[in-house]
């Protein structure tokens, strides 16, 4: 589908010589075109919160018609997202199972590099497309397990990734799916490469060598790619701002275990035994308890306690996305569904192991350990240690260090 060019029939005529202003109307902005408010092809005034937004898009229209013309301007991107998108008739929702279908990088992901990639081993672009192609998977589990975290999804034996990539899709402000769409119907990028992209998971660079890798696109369109880059990643600077995600789990593991630090060989799997156990869930989540209750910390899982890596492989799931997906099943379950906003995690790489960071802040209310099978228990970091409290200690740190509801 290209709902994205088949909606631009035409466009606001707009000339270079045109006296065009912005008015603040409350805590608004629009632009006026010799003094009438400029209206989008569906009749929509250009408003919007961001004056800084509306500037782009003034002084890019007023370049000359060219940048009108062009697929990707600012002024196309706002009258898509104003007409189509806050209309309430996205099309992306509406008909998901034809835009993941034709996804090259939902393909790569569900069937592996091996059947997918579109270079045979004997040509001079394997190397550069499997290298690229690895990458870019590695980048886009760091969107699933944020995705993850913020979503309530059921652990089965289905892969999760559609139904992450679907709500990772809604959790994107309406600029952002006006980019989205735009790069993805521009490019025949699908959606998973474009969310990456607008999430800052993969570079600009990345991006085009993803679209190189899969061929997608030919060599000779990496300068047009690379315009319209810096369109929509300039659109989305006007309106948001990326997230910060903090060391890497190498940095950490060089300070080695402290209060606010701890290593965990697995999440589920004893070692010694040969098979899961719930005791071992039991410390990371305690772990992880006692960072909330405390001042924050980082819970490594698949690193040894002599900071040598594990792997989360160790833990024997189907992929790391489920093994993500139980992670935040276990959190929500035991720790409480509220826990989320105060909770990040992200996986990182040691040549073929996986090692998981679990990134806490302290938060705005005590939590307590329920986790079936074992009896509730409220757990603090008292040095490198996690320790469980009895309920009068409880009771006085509570009442110490959470403020009392009003």
Aim: glycine content about 6%; some cysteine; aromatic content about 8%.
């Amino acid at each position: 589908m290209a709902a994205y060019k088949n909606y631009f029939s035409e466009h606001p005529e707009i000339n270079t010589d045109d006296r065009m202003e912005i008015v603040k109307r409350g805590d608004r902005f629009l632009i006026y075109r010799n003094a009438e408010p400029l209206l989008t092809p569906g009749g929509h005034p250009f408003e919007h919160k961001s004056e800084r937004l509306l500037r782009m898009i003034v002084t890019s229209t007023l370049l000359g018609p060219g940048t009108i013309s062009s697929i990707f301007s600012p002024l196309r991107l706002f009258c898509y997202q104003r007409d189509i998108l806050e209309s309430g008739t996205d099309p992306f929702p509406e008909n998901w199972e034809s835009v993941i279908e034709k996804d090259p990088f939902v393909r790569l992901k569900t069937k592996g590099r091996s059947g997918v990639l579109p270079f045979e081993p004997d040509h001079p672009l394997f190397n550069f497309s499997f290298i690229t192609a690895s990458s870019l998977v590695l980048s886009i589990n760091e969107l699933v397990n944020v995705t993850i975290r913020d979503h309530d999804f059921q652990d089965s034996e289905v892969n999760p990734f559609l139904e992450i990539i679907l709500d990772s899709y809604n959790d994107l402000n309406v600029e952002g799916k006006s980019v989205l769409q735009a790069l993805s119907d521009s490019h025949d990028a699908g959606v998973v490469l474009p969310r990456g992209l607008i999430a800052g998971i993969i570079t600009p660079t990345e991006y085009i060598h993803g679209l190189l890798a899969l061929r997608i696109q030919e060599p000779s369109s990496t300068g047009r790619i690379q315009n319209e880059l810096s369109i929509a990643m300039d659109y989305l600077a006007c309106v948001q701002d990326p997230d910060k995600v903090g060391k890497t789990a190498f940095a950490l593991i060089e300070e080695g275990e402290s209060d606010t630090l701890e290593f965990k060989s697995t999440l589920r799997w004893d070692i010694r035994a040969g098979k899961s156990n719930q005791a071992i869930e039991r410390a990371c989540l305690k772990t992880v308890a006692a960072f909330l209750n405390t001042n924050g910390g980082t819970l490594l899982i698949g690193v040894r306690d002599d900071g040598s890596i594990e792997g989360i492989e160790t833990d024997k799931f189907v992929n790391e996305d489920k093994f993500l997906l139980h992670l935040w099943t276990l959190i929500r379950t035991c720790l409480g569904r509220d826990v989320s906003p105060s909770i990040l995690t992200r996986l990182e790489k040691s040549g073929e192991l996986t090692i998981c960071v679990v990134k806490c802040s302290r938060h705005s209310r005590p939590v307590f350990l329920r986790q079936p099978g074992f009896p509730e228990e409220f757990f603090i970091r008292l040095g490198p240690a996690s320790n469980a409290m009895d309920i009068s200690e409880a009771l006085k740190y509570i009442s110490d260090h959470f403020p009392k509801e009003k």
